[in-house]
């Protein structure tokens, strides 16, 4: 994995790609301010000894999944008593508040800018599940933007299989070798070299150094959306 500012043969790459995909939570927006309010709220609401969480407990879990936020909320497991309530009850919370707080990441509004005045696509592939996905896209003005949005239950099998990604080539009209997957999971980067596209690690997600990103084979990584942009507007880049 290499960062954006190396050199690695990246004039044919970039003159390859039609597409850019963004994984959803922690790539494209912060969507945790919203997940802590809503998780927060059923703790209250269930009493208890159970302390409030901070943006710090739930930046590093938010990649994870509701189920993970969860268990770090009341120290159950997804197996254990209550579990199954507990959850269906965050998930009705954040759906209530799903955009409160949530906003781009600093910087990406100029990264789509100019990837439409490029006259490329980009597009959503995510693991939220598309009665939350779609309802946020809209909210946030960017559903009639996006050439695809690919939910977590939009194919069989989600993220790190590849099949929504290649669900969303189709949707575009275009092939794996032409599309750069940029996300801020593990998974994500799996999904996307197992499709045959281009991956790059989004660090300004909700990914930490222990998780060790370097090690995931990713072609790229971003520290900030800036470096999203700057790789955008380098002058070695050429459209297909």
């Given at each position: 994995m290499e960062e954006f500012s190396a050199h690695r043969s990246r004039t044919n790459l970039l003159g390859e790609f039609r597409a850019i995909l963004f994984d959803?939570?922690?790539?494209?927006?912060?969507?945790?301010?919203?997940?802590?309010?809503?998780?927060?709220?059923?703790?209250?609401?269930?009493?208890g000894d159970k302390p409030l969480l901070s943006l710090g407990d739930i930046r590093p879990l938010v990649s994870h999944g509701g189920r993970a936020m969860v268990q770090r909320g009341f120290g159950i497991t997804p197996e254990g008593p209550g579990f199954a309530r507990l959850f269906e009850r965050f998930l009705n919370a954040y759906r209530d508040n799903i955009a409160n707080h949530t906003r781009l990441f600093p910087g990406m509004e100029r990264v789509l800018a100019q990837i439409e005045v490029r006259t490329m696509l980009w597009g959503?592939?995510?693991?939220k599940s598309g009665w939350l996905a779609n309802p946020l896209m809209a909210a946030l003005g960017l559903a009639h933007r996006a050439a695809c949005i690919v939910s977590g239950d939009t194919t069989v099998h989600r993220k790190p299989y590849p099949d929504p990604l290649l669900f969303a080539c189709r949707q575009l009209g275009t092939i794996p070798k032409h599309c750069l997957y940029i996300g801020d999971a593990a998974r994500d980067i799996e999904a996307g070299l197992r499709a045959g596209m281009h991956t790059a690690v989004a660090l300004f997600g909700y990914v930490s150094s222990s998780e060790e990103p370097e090690r995931w084979g990713a072609d790229y990584v971003f520290s900030s959306p800036r470096d999203i942009f700057d790789w955008l507007v380098d002058s070695s880049f050429s459209m297909v």
């Open positions: 959803l939570d922690g790539t494209l927006v912060d969507t945790a301010p919203d997940l802590l309010f809503a998780l927060n709220q059923v703790i209250v609401e269930e009493g959503v592939v995510t693991n």
